[in-house]
C-alpha cells in the first residue's frame, strides 16, 4: 500500500520509485529536447557524421517519435576524407529508416577554388563554409549536433539551444541563460539555433546507451588489422588524402577508432576491443580523452575548439 | 544501476571552488591524463608551484586570460553508483543570474564557505537562492581547514552561525563538512588532521542524499508536447515528459483546458514499447480511449486534482539581463510547461533584497540579478501550481520580444488574489454582507459587431435568473453621463473612464454590471480594468471580435456608409484605430453563435 504524507511541503511517498536511473534520465532529457524542437521550429536538421555520437543521435530521434518517421533530414558534412566504411554505413542508415539525406561536399569548395587545400592536408577546419552554405541554402533553423559538454572546456559552456548568428558564429558571451527545462529557440530570420540533445551525457554514458539500446556502428569503432604509421603521436592511416611522409615507417596493428573524423587527422588507438563490452572496460581504463588521443586538430591550441565554435564549427 | 544526481555549486573563486570542483575531478579519475598534462603547462608558464586545478574548469580563453569565470559551466564525474552532474555558478557580480540557473535543475547545493573568513552576506545569499529554487539540501563546505589549523572551534562556530539563519529558510536538509580542497581533506577520505569530525567526507554524503522523495508523485501532471499520429496503422497519442505524479494505464484523466475527460489505454516509452506506470522525469507517449481535441500546451491531470488555471499570476521573478529592467506595464513572452503566450507585467509588489531579505515596496522595476515579486497578466490562461509544489508546472520564462533574448526566470507563487488594496472610506456595510458578489462584465469590439444584442441578452438572463445585473449601454449613457462628451480621442477616454467608474460602482453594490460599448484605445480599457481591480472586484473584458467586413456590411444605423463618404471623421475602424485587447478573458467570434450562445458563455465565465 502506498502511504503518502504531506510534511512541510515536502511529500514522502514510502513506495516511491526509486531515482531516476542516469541512462534512463538522459535519454527522457534528449527524447524531451527532440519534441521541443519539432514543436518550435519550422525547418530542424540532424547533423549526422556517421560517427557514434550522430549515430546515438538519430536513434533517439527515431526513439523519439516513434512510430511517425523523423520528421527531420539528415546533413551530412563531407571532408572527401571518408573511412570508407562509415560512408557506406551512413547510406545504409538513410535507406533502413527511409530519411532525406542532404550531403555539403568540402571537395566541391576545393575544386572550384572556393576553399583551398591547407598545408598541413587537413580537411576538418574547412567544414565550417559548406556546413553554413547548406544551412543557409535549405534554411534550416535548428541544427542537431552530437556535441557533449564533457569533450572539451569550452563546450562546457555550451548551452542545449546555442543561437548562432547570421553567420554562424557562436558568441559565448550572449549566450542565453537556460533554465528548468525550458528552451528559448527564438531566433531572426538568417540565425539559427544549434541543438545538442547529448549535452550531459559523457562518453561513458554514450557506450552505456549503445550496449543497452544494441545500437550499430561503422565497423571502424571495433578492433581490426589496419596499416598504420606514427604521427604526432598517433597512429594515422594512409589514404586519398596521403600517407607516411619521409622516416615514417608503416606498421600492421591491431586498431580501433575512438572517434569519426577526417581521416587525414583522426588518430586509430592500439585496441584489441571488438565488441561494445570490450570497449567499455577499455574507455573506463583509459586515462586520455578521447579528443587528445586521436584528434589532431584539437591539439594545436589550448583554445582550438572554442576558436573553431566562434567560427561557426560545432 | 547509475543513478543522476544533479548539483550546484556556489561560492567564489576566493573560497576556492575551482579547487575544489578540480579535487572531485581528479580524485574521482575524471580528469584524463591529457587534460592534467595542459594544466600543468599553463601553470608551469605562469611560474606557479604545482598544477592549478581551478584552470580545469575555465573554459573559455576570456576566463584563462583573466582569471575569472564568466558564465555557468557544467561538470560531470561518477562514482560506481552515482553520476553527477555539476552546475558551476561563477561567485561574482554576475551571481544572482548564474546561480539562479545552475539551481534550476539541482536537487543539492553545495555551498563553500571559508573558514577564515566566515560567514559572509554571500554565503547567506546563496542559501536563499538555494531555498528560493526549491533546493531541499545543502551541504555546507568549511574550506581552507588548514588555515585555521583545522580547528574544531572554529568549524563549530561557522556552523553555528550558518544554521541559524538558515532556520528562516525552507531547507530541509543541511549537511557541514570541514573540508581542506588543497590537500583533500574530507573531499574523498576522511582527514587524519581532523579526527574530530564524525561525519561522512563531501563525496560520500553526495552518494548518500536521499532524494527519492524529492520528486512530486502525488500530483499527477503530463503536458502534451506533441500529438503523434501515423496514419498507416491509424495510430494517435500524446507524447510529453511526465512533470508530476504516476500515471497508469487505466488511469481516469481529464484534459486542460478543455475539461474533456477519458481514460489512459497504454503509456508507450521512447521507440514504443509498453510500459506500467510512468513518473517525472520520464519521456513518455500516452493513448487515450477517446478521440479528443488535445493539442501542444494542453495538459492530462485526474479529475480529482487539477492543475490551477488562470490568467493572473503571482511569482518571484528573478531578472536575467543587463539590457532593459522589467516594468510595470510591458509585455514579453512567457515561456511555461510546452505553452507560449504573451504576459503583461501588471505591478511589481516589491524588490527583495537577496542579502538581508529585506522586502522594499514602493518600486516598479527590477534590474539584472534582481528579484521581487510581481503580478502578471497572460494572454490565454496558464496551467499551473505552485513553484514550492512543483518545479516543472510552477516555473515560466520570460522573452523579449525584440531582442529574442531570455530576460526573466519565474516561480509561480499561485493564482493572483484579488483584495482590496487601497484605503476606501469604509461604510456601515461590509461588501459579504451585500448578499450578491458584483463584477463588471466590460463588452468591447467595433461599432456593429453585436455588442449590444450580446448585452441585452446577458442582462436578460441573469435578471432571469434573479441576479442583479444592470446594462450601461455605450450610446445611452451619452445621452446623461456622458453628454458633454464628443468623440474625439480625450472625449473618448473620458467616456471610458467614467463608465468604468460607475461600472465599479456598480459592481460593489453586488450588481453584475455589463458595460456595452466601442472603448477602442488598449489604455483607456485598462484603466477601467485597474479601477477594478483598486477594490478588488473582479472585470471580466469581452472582446467581440467581429470582422470590420462584416460590420461594415451590417451597417444598421448607416454610420460606416457616412464615415467612407467622409460625412463624419474619427469613426473608428475607417479613420481612427481599434486597439485589439492583447489579454482578453473571452473572445466571442460569429463562428461562436447567435447572441444568446454567446451570453452563455460570457454566463458562464462568471459563475451563471
Not at chain 2, 560531470?76 to 557580480?93: C, L, M
Request: aromatic fraction near 6%.
Amino acid at each position: 500500500m502506498t502511504t503518502e504524507t504531506i510534511e512541510e511541503g515536502k511529500i514522502i511517498d514510502e513506495d516511491a520509485p526509486v531515482v531516476a536511473d542516469n541512462i534512463e534520465a538522459l535519454e527522457s532529457e534528449a527524447i524531451h529536447i527532440f519534441r521541443e524542437v519539432a514543436g518550435e521550429f519550422d525547418r530542424p536538421v540532424i547533423l549526422f557524421s556517421g560517427g557514434k555520437d550522430s549515430t546515438v543521435l538519430l536513434h533517439l530521434a527515431i526513439k523519439a517519435f516513434w512510430p511517425a518517421p523523423v520528421p527531420f533530414p539528415l546533413l551530412h558534412v563531407d571532408t572527401g576524407h571518408n573511412f570508407p566504411e562509415v560512408l557506406e554505413f551512413r547510406d545504409r542508415m538513410v535507406d533502413r529508416h527511409g530519411l532525406r539525406l542532404v550531403v555539403a561536399k568540402v571537395q566541391d569548395y576545393i575544386d572550384d577554388g572556393r576553399l583551398s587545400e591547407r598545408p598541413d592536408g587537413t580537411r576538418n577546419p574547412l567544414q565550417t563554409v559548406p556546413l553554413l552554405d547548406a544551412i543557409n541554402e535549405n534554411r534550416f533553423d535548428a541544427v542537431f549536433g552530437g556535441g557533449r559538454r564533457d569533450e572539451e572546456r569550452a563546450r562546457a559552456k555550451e548551452r542545449i539551444f546555442s543561437l548562432r548568428n547570421a553567420f554562424g558564429q557562436w558568441e559565448p558571451r550572449r549566450q542565453r541563460p537556460e533554465l528548468w527545462n525550458l528552451y528559448n529557440g527564438r531566433h531572426s530570420a538568417g540565425e539559427h539555433v544549434r541543438v545538442f540533445p547529448l549535452s550531459n551525457w559523457t562518453e561513458a554514458d554514450v557506450w552505456r546507451y549503445i550496449e543497452r539500446e544494441d545500437i550499430e556502428l561503422p565497423s571502424i569503432y571495433f578492433a581490426h588489422t589496419r596499416e598504420v604509421f606514427a604521427r604526432d603521436g598517433m597512429w594515422l592511416t594512409a589514404g586519398p588524402w596521403g600517407g607516411p611522409r619521409e622516416g615514417e615507417t608503416v606498421h600492421r596493428k591491431q586498431v580501433r577508432y575512438r572517434t569519426v573524423g577526417d581521416g587525414s587527422c583522426t588518430g586509430a588507438v592500439e585496441s584489441g576491443a571488438d565488441d561494445v563490452a570490450s570497449v567499455i572496460a577499455e574507455v573506463s581504463a583509459s586515462r586520455l580523452t578521447e579528443r587528445g588521443a586521436t584528434r589532431a586538430d584539437d591539439r594545436i591550441s589550448e583554445s582550438a575548439m572554442e576558436d573553431r565554435k566562434r567560427e561557426g564549427y560545432f | 544501476m547509475t543513478e543522476l544526481l544533479r548539483l550546484a555549486t556556489a561560492g567564489s573563486v576566493d573560497d576556492g571552488k575551482s579547487t575544489l570542483i578540480g579535487r572531485l575531478l581528479y580524485d574521482t579519475k575524471t580528469i584524463l591524463t591529457d587534460q592534467l598534462a595542459a594544466v600543468e603547462r599553463t601553470s608551469k608558464e605562469r611560474g606557479e608551484q604545482g598544477p592549478d586545478l581551478a584552470l580545469l574548469t575555465d573554459g573559455l580563453r576570456a576566463e584563462r586570460e583573466q582569471g575569472i569565470t564568466i558564465d555557468v559551466a557544467y561538470r560531470y564525474f561518477a562514482t560506481p553508483n552515482r553520476k553527477f552532474i555539476i552546475a558551476d555558478t561563477p561567485g561574482h557580480v554576475q551571481h544572482t543570474r548564474n546561480m539562479v540557473t545552475g539551481a534550476s535543475t539541482a536537487q543539492v547545493a553545495v555551498i563553500l564557505v571559508d573558514a577564515r573568513a566566515g560567514v559572509l552576506e554571500q554565503s547567506r545569499r546563496h542559501a536563499f537562492l538555494a531555498s528560493l529554487l526549491g533546493i531541499r539540501h545543502l551541504v555546507v563546505c568549511v574550506n581552507k581547514m588548514d588555515l585555521v589549523d583545522f580547528s574544531q572551534a572554529r568549524f563549530a562556530e561557522i556552523r553555528d552561525t550558518f544554521r541559524g539563519f538558515a532556520a528562516k529558510l525552507d531547507v530541509q536538509d543541511i549537511a557541514f563538512v570541514p573540508i581542506s580542497a588543497l590537500h583533500g581533506d574530507n573531499v574523498v577520505s576522511p582527514s587524519p588532521s581532523m579526527p574530530w569530525f564524525e561525519g561522512t567526507p563531501l563525496l560520500g554524503h553526495l552518494e548518500q542524499v536521499h532524494v527519492a522523495s524529492d520528486r512530486n508523485l502525488i500530483d499527477v501532471r503530463f503536458p502534451v508536447q506533441r500529438v503523434i499520429r501515423w496514419q498507416a496503422t491509424g495510430f494517435r497519442g500524446y507524447a510529453g515528459t511526465v512533470a508530476g505524479g504516476v500515471l497508469k494505464p487505466g488511469d481516469e484523466v481529464v484534459v486542460q483546458p478543455s475539461g474533456a475527460s477519458s481514460r489512459i489505454t497504454e503509456i508507450l516509452a521512447p521507440g514504443g514499447t509498453p510500459v506500467s506506470e510512468a513518473f517525472p522525469p520520464a519521456a513518455v507517449t500516452v493513448r487515450l480511449a477517446d478521440e479528443l481535441d488535445i493539442s501542444r500546451g494542453d495538459m492530462l491531470c485526474r479529475p480529482g486534482n487539477r492543475a490551477s488555471v488562470g490568467q493572473d499570476i503571482d511569482a518571484m521573478v528573478c531578472w536575467l539581463t543587463e539590457d532593459a529592467e522589467l516594468r510595470a506595464g510591458a509585455s514579453y513572452e512567457i515561456r511555461h510547461t510546452t505553452a507560449t503566450t504573451r504576459a503583461r507585467i501588471d505591478r511589481v509588489d516589491y524588490r527583495l533584497d537577496v542579502n538581508s531579505l529585506h522586502r522594499e515596496q514602493d518600486v516598479d522595476s527590477l534590474r539584472l540579478n534582481e528579484i521581487g515579486r510581481i503580478r502578471l497578466r497572460t494572454a490565454s490562461p496558464l496551467l499551473f501550481d505552485g513553484y514550492r509544489r512543483n518545479r516543472d508546472t510552477g516555473s515560466f520564462i520570460l522573452v523579449d520580444e525584440s531582442t529574442n533574448n531570455t530576460v526573466g526566470a519565474g516561480l509561480i507563487g499561485g493564482a493572483a488574489e484579488t483584495g482590496p488594496e487601497v484605503v476606501w472610506q469604509r461604510t456601515a456595510v461590509e461588501r459579504a454582507e451585500r448578499g450578491a458578489r458584483g463584477a463588471t462584465v466590460w463588452l468591447t469590439g467595433l461599432s456593429a459587431s453585436g455588442k449590444s444584442a450580446i448585452a441585452v441578452e446577458l442582462e436578460r438572463r441573469l435578471v432571469a435568473q434573479g441576479r442583479m445585473a444592470y446594462l450601461l449601454d455605450g450610446d445611452n449613457v451619452r445621452h446623461g453621463l456622458n453628454a458633454d462628451l464628443g468623440f474625439a480621442a480625450a472625449d473618448r477616454d473620458e467616456n471610458v473612464r467614467r463608465v468604468g467608474e460607475v461600472a465599479a460602482l456598480f459592481a460593489d453594490a453586488g450588481v453584475i454590471a455589463i458595460a456595452s460599448l466601442i472603448s477602442p484605445y488598449a489604455q483607456a480599457r485598462e484603466q477601467a480594468r485597474q479601477a477594478h481591480l483598486r477594490a478588488g472586484l473582479r472585470f471580466v473584458e469581452v472582446f467581440v471580435d467581429t470582422p470590420l467586413e462584416v460590420c461594415e456590411a451590417r451597417d444598421p444605423k448607416g454610420m460606416y456608409r457616412r464615415a467612407r463618404a467622409g460625412e463624419i471623421s474619427g469613426f473608428t475602424g475607417i479613420d481612427d484605430p481599434y486597439e485589439p485587447p492583447e489579454f482578453p478573458d473571452l473572445v466571442l467570434r460569429p463562428a461562436d453563435g447567435d447572441p444568446s450562445a454567446m451570453a452563455e458563455a460570457i454566463a458562464a465565465l462568471i459563475g451563471g
